[in-house]
């Protein structure tokens, strides 16, 4: 009995038709919490908050409009799969400046630490290094 189980778990492992479908969720999860960081700076102290958190870090004021738009870019290319290999690498810019803001305060996120940016980081160069998977628009070019 445990020898067919694990013949079936391992026949599981071996299969990969259902990676693209794995990576294109992943792709959606990321552009939706790209989506959500951008509107949060938004929303929810407004910009001049964000402003002013950007200039207590030593950046120009502009540069908190720059990081949401750059936020906002992001979602819609990765939503829709389009040059996501380039924009997960460009967006590693922010990303990594960004995890080195919280780790003064530890590792762990519900202290304010930097674990959350970290397998952000993680997740965006899995997704810079797995291209869009399913579930994307295609080009023209990727017709014929």
């Known amino acids: ?40 700076k938004v929303i ?24 949401v738009a750059i936020e906002c870019v992001a979602f819609v290319l990765l939503l829709f799969g389009a040059h996501v290999r380039v924009s997960s690498v460009l967006l590693l810019f922010l990303l990594i400046p960004a995890t080195l803001v919280w780790i003064p305060k530890g590792f762990f996120f519900v202290n304010g ?3 959350f940016p970290l397998i952000w980081c993680v997740l965006q160069l899995v997704m810079a290094l797995c291209g869009p998977g399913a579930l994307r628009i295609r080009r023209r070019s990727d017709e014929r």
Request: net charge negative; hydrophobic share 50%.
């Open 44 to 67: 929810h102290d407004g910009m001049p908050a964000t402003e002013k958190f950007f200039v207590s870090l030593g950046y120009p004021a502009w540069t908190a409009w720059a990081d």
């Open 1 to 40: 009995m445990p020898v067919k189980l694990f013949a079936i778990f391992r026949r599981a492992d071996d299969d990969t038709s259902l990676t693209p479908y794995g990576i294109g969720l992943l792709r959606v999860t990321l552009a939706i919490l790209w989506l959500i960081h951008g509107l949060y």
């Open 113 to 115: 630490g930097y674990e």
